[in-house]
């Protein structure tokens, strides 16, 4: 079979493009080549400890470079990602990987959960010397799960809504072809890992050659996602309107935000009143509202409050 667009695309910007800038944390940042590399590494440990094809795999890591590493190699071994907050009770953690059924955890932390393989990424970074580093052949298939996100709970129990690889390569072809996501644009994620609008932030710029920009997991900080979008030059961001208001609150100064094109707000509604005033200053952005619940990969319906400016 055909490898699936998101592997095949990272891997042909990290061979042909190896040096472009694909991910930057706080002080650290990987190329698309040493992202794969990365990724590969983590993907022949993963094989060699049996996780294959339909394998779940949990994800306990923060808003980081390894984070991205083990989902991608995750993916290169046909394997199916459940990313869970860290910043989450334990109890909570323990429901989600109990209920889930995964047999493997990747972390960097300390946890005692019975009957679960414990991956820590700090071991496999001191093996990597003698890792093999070469892109594996193809594995999985389109219909096969890709990733489990758990709901909040808000209406009892929380409930994992899984997604297969075709309907999110469904999902990041529209979103990162329609609206001309290239390799000049920088996205900063400042959502959890564990959200679902969260995905398409994460392998949308990957397939399209793009910076991503991670701010490190902590109390929401507005003027912290202002400065990063100001001083890194940002010109996308996907988060909640309640998220996105303080950003553009009044007292703020607007010309930070210049260098965005886009804004994408979803997962709430969204009051226009709050958001009119920032139309004069910001000519050139342009602000997606949607909608879509878990279960269909983040988005099914969208509408662009202000023309776009291609």
Avoid at 75 to 87: A, E, M, R, S, W
Avoid at 100 to 122: H, K, W
Wanted: charged share 25%; aromatic share 10%.
């Amino acid at each position: 079979m055909k490898k699936h667009l998101i592997i095949s695309h990272f891997e042909k910007h990290a061979k042909f493009e190896n040096k472009r800038l694909a991910i930057v944390c706080d002080n650290e940042e990987v190329s698309y080549y040493q992202l794969n590399q990365r990724a590969n590494i983590i993907a022949n440990y993963l094989i060699k400890i049996g996780v294959k094809q339909g394998t779940l795999v949990a994800i306990l890591l923060p808003r980081s470079i390894d984070f991205i590493a083990v989902v991608l190699a995750i993916l290169k071994v046909g394997g199916c990602y459940v990313p869970i907050d860290p910043t989450l009770p334990e109890e909570r953690i323990r429901i989600i990987i109990k209920d889930a059924g995964v047999s493997f955890l990747t972390t960097f932390r300390d946890i005692d959960i019975p009957s679960i393989n414990i991956i820590n990424i700090d071991v496999i970074k001191k093996t990597k010397k003698d890792a093999h580093k070469g892109n594996l052949p193809p594995i999985g298939d389109k219909n096969d799960k890709m990733y489990v996100i758990y709901t909040s709970g808000s209406t009892g129990t929380p409930k994992g809504a899984v997604n297969t690889y075709k309907g999110f390569m469904n999902l990041v072809e529209w979103y990162a072809s329609v609206f001309r996501m290239s390799s000049e644009d920088r996205i900063l994620i400042y959502t959890s890992l564990s959200f679902d609008l969260t995905q398409k932030n994460i392998f949308g710029p990957l397939i399209k050659g793009a910076t991503i920009f991670l701010i490190k997991d902590g109390p929401y900080n507005p003027d912290l996602i202002v400065d990063n979008i100001y001083k890194s030059k940002i010109t996308w961001i996907n988060s909640t309107p309640s998220a996105f208001y303080p950003l553009i609150e009044d007292g703020r100064d607007l010309k930070k935000l210049s260098s965005l094109r886009y804004v994408f707000v979803g997962g709430e509604p969204l009051f226009v009143e709050r958001i009119a005033h920032i139309r004069k200053d910001l000519p050139n952005l342009n602000i997606v509202n949607t909608y879509g619940p878990t279960e269909c990969a983040d988005v099914c319906s969208f509408y662009l409050l202000w023309r776009p400016k291609f």
